[in-house]
């Protein structure tokens, strides 16, 4: 047990008896908690302006797309949201969710998959071991494009977040006591506290790896919050269908695979989205090129034919409109 769940553990324990946690904090340093950065509900001031986003996640390592840490067991409760993507998966014990006030119990060898911006509470009032997988927001269609193009409930999940308006605030699987996934979790975490060579690029391929056994094993027992709407199944597939045939693909032939008119099929792309189609593509057309930019060595021209780009030079100056720098700087700052 760290210093932090102790500390937790005690101040749970001295909260079941006003005397005794009035005795407690005037034992407390608010210096050492201010340090620490702890959490203390009866002094206000250390749940205010608590940063949980992207940039205070992976502070130490801007390059990391994802990052396990182990919840600390005894944390006092309070409400949250973050803008990344978190996969919580309960290696022992037990824990109460609350996500938009909608409570349930996980149990031993649950995860949950939780949207971004959503609010929620957990409670882990006994030394249960939680599993944290955080998985950046922002880069989380560099890491699972390829998925994304899948029908499934988990990339339909995502690409609702990435590019709908309405979401599912989580998606809960119950795996019990499955051996090769909690060793998969253990292997991940041992990753990335070592932090050693080629461990990020690892984590990278190992929650893909993750999600997708999850999926082939308990994909057809997911639970979904009752009182959400039920994902339609014709703007999945929508979805999908961009994804795979993202560097050629035109509102009309969107209209005619799936038997719309144009401009209904344009109306339904932005409700849906928020964002007109020539948007989507750009985004999907250049962190596909950020792809091929960082991971091979493939010439500007060659990019661009692979992403829908007739123009080298129209492709250049939307790059660098959207990152402030060229596709030649970015490869240089950017590759290994």
Not at 2 to 10: A, H, I, V
Not at 207 to 223: E, M, S
Not at 234 to 251: G, K
Not at 317 to 334: A, D, I, L, S, V
Request: overall charge negative; proline content about 3%; some cysteine.
């Amino acid at each position: 047990i760290t210093s932090e769940e102790l500390f937790y553990r005690q101040l749970y324990e001295a909260e079941k008896n006003p005397a005794s946690v009035h005795t407690f904090l005037l034992n407390t340093s608010p210096e050492k908690v201010r340090r620490e950065n702890w959490i203390v509900p009866e002094w206000s001031w250390t749940l205010a302006n608590r940063d949980l986003d992207e940039p205070y996640i992976f502070k130490h390592d801007s390059s990391r797309s994802v990052y396990l840490q182990k919840h600390p067991c005894y944390t006092p409760v309070f409400a949250h949201h973050h803008d990344f993507f978190e996969f919580v998966y309960i290696l022992e014990g037990f824990c109460v969710q609350s996500i938009n006030n909608n409570e349930f119990r996980m149990e031993q060898g649950d995860f949950c998959l939780i949207s971004p911006n959503v609010n929620h509470t957990i409670k882990v009032f006994d030394e249960s071991i939680i599993i944290n997988i955080i998985i950046r927001k922002s880069n989380f269609d560099d890491i699972f494009f390829n998925f994304l193009r899948r029908k499934n409930i988990i990339s339909a999940f995502c690409n609702e977040n990435l590019f709908k308006r309405y979401i599912t605030d989580y998606l809960l699987f119950h795996t019990c006591t499955d051996g090769e996934l909690r060793m998969l979790v253990l292997e991940m975490f041992t990753e990335s506290e070592n932090q050693q060579k080629y461990d990020i690029e690892l984590l990278d391929y190992q929650v893909v790896i993750l999600l997708l056994k999850i999926l082939k094993k308990y994909g057809d027992n997911c639970t979904v919050p009752s009182e959400c709407r039920k994902n339609d199944a014709v703007a999945s597939e929508i979805m999908a269908y961009i994804q795979t045939n993202f560097s050629s693909v035109t509102l009309a032939q969107i209209a005619e695979h799936f038997h719309y008119s144009e401009e209904y099929t344009s109306r339904l792309i932005k409700k849906l989205t928020g964002i007109t189609l020539q948007k989507m593509l750009l985004k999907i057309r250049i962190n596909k090129a950020k792809n091929f930019l960082t991971d091979t060595n493939a010439s500007i021209e060659n990019i661009c034919q692979q992403i829908g780009y007739n123009n080298p030079e129209h492709f250049i100056r939307t790059f660098k409109k959207q990152f402030h720098m060229t596709p030649g700087e970015y490869r240089k700052r950017f590759s290994e």
